[in-house]
């Protein structure tokens, strides 16, 4: 198989034997993995006539295009770099620009976009033109869609966050670790006010509760300058995971941080909170004393947070009004969850807000749903 080619998955609507709702099987191959992309990554085009997913059909990870009425299906990628053995999923998470028609993937040491309609492909960075020795993550879009945020790892061997022009016309380093040992995750472009971004440091010292809270952060940001501060600290006894930026569900408030905090050692009890673009105003979402709530995403008008659950082969996802404060199930994926990516339920929002796609092995094999609201 090649880029281009042509395929078919059909879809089968199915509908929850627990609360009855109508649900999307989109992919249908099963000698496959069929992966959505990560919860907080747009993968619908802006005119949500196409999904892009990724699967291994060709024995490694490539982008698919497909029509989301019709089932026709086309290989978008078509990836140079060799196959990693450590994490061949997240070699092609991807993430639609704002314009809606151009994907933004990683190939190796190379950003590409490919335009889903024309299939027009373009690289727009390639790490060993800046000397670095490869990039990782993914983009991360800056509110006037001109920019967006990468990880790279330079020639010594040290990670880094840089910002790089979405037409190709070069980046420059924003921030690079103090220690070669540590390493980056989850950089995120701050959607709005000057260029800033948050991000993760590894080794995660959040559980550590000798040292300061200022060690101990979960997210950091790092301004236009490079000046890094830490923005997202615990109290004792409780960790946060998978942060996001999104939409403040009152009307005319900046953007805000949303994360889920845990409890330590144990999981649950549980919440969904959110922090305002200056790391205070702490709000509780939700709450579960006995759910492992994993992942979450928001949707574009900031009204509505969808979250899984991790408990493997009995989970559930939830669709909470952040207005009223109401939540219900809106169906069971009861996938693997303890596979890693592979078996994560990830959900995520369509542009407009009124579908969900996620991710479940519960059939089998991974496979990539839908759930119209």
């Not at 020795?133 to 967006?148: C, E, H, N």
């Not at 995971?241 to 941080?257: D, F, I, N």
């Not at 200056?278 to 939700?286: L, Q, V």
Request: charge should be neutral; glycine fraction near 10%; include cysteine.
């Amino acid at each position: 198989m090649a880029r281009g080619q042509g395929l078919h998955s059909e879809r089968t609507i199915l509908h929850d034997p627990r609360t009855g709702r109508e649900v999307w099987k989109m992919t249908s191959w099963d000698q496959a993995d069929c992966l959505a992309t990560y919860m907080y990554l747009q993968a619908f085009s802006g005119d949500q006539r196409y999904l892009v997913f990724s699967s291994n059909l060709t024995g490694r990870h490539e982008l698919y295009r497909l029509e989301i009425d019709t089932g026709r299906t086309v290989q978008l990628s078509q990836r140079q770099a060799p196959p990693s053995t450590k994490d061949p999923y997240g070699d092609v998470v991807c993430h639609f620009h704002r314009n809606g028609r151009e994907v933004f993937f990683l190939d190796g040491g190379s950003v590409v976009a490919i335009d889903v309609v024309t299939l027009g492909e373009r690289i727009v960075l390639r790490a060993g033109d800046c000397g670095w020795r490869r990039l990782y993550g993914f983009p991360s879009f800056t509110p006037d869609d001109r920019r967006f945020s990468i990880l790279f790892v330079d020639a010594d061997g040290v990670h880094g966050i840089a910002v790089v022009a979405a037409d190709g016309s070069g980046a420059r380093p924003l921030r690079k670790c103090s220690k070669a040992e540590e390493h980056l995750t989850h950089g995120l472009v701050v959607p709005a006010g000057d260029l800033s971004v948050t991000f993760n440091v590894h080794p995660d010292r959040q559980n550590d509760f000798s040292l300061p809270p200022s060690q101990r952060a979960r997210a950091w940001k790092v301004d236009d300058k490079g000046a890094a501060e830490p923005f997202l600290v615990m109290p004792a006894g409780f960790r946060a995971t998978h942060e996001y930026w999104g939409p403040s569900a009152r009307p005319g408030e900046p953007p805000r941080l949303y994360y889920h905090r845990k409890s330590v050692p144990n999981w649950t009890p549980t919440w969904i909170e959110s922090v305002s673009m200056g790391g205070a105003d702490r709000i509780e979402h939700y709450h579960s004393a006995d759910r492992k709530l994993g992942h979450s995403c928001i949707s574009p008008d900031g009204r509505t947070i969808v979250t899984d659950v991790q408990d493997p082969n009995g989970n559930e996802l939830i669709r909470i009004d952040l207005v009223t404060g109401a939540s219900e199930i809106l169906c069971w994926p009861n996938s693997g969850a303890s596979g890693g990516n592979f078996t994560h339920v990830h959900p995520s929002f369509s542009p407009r807000g009124d579908m969900v796609l996620y991710t479940t092995d519960s059939g089998g094999r991974p496979a990539v749903f839908i759930v119209p609201l």
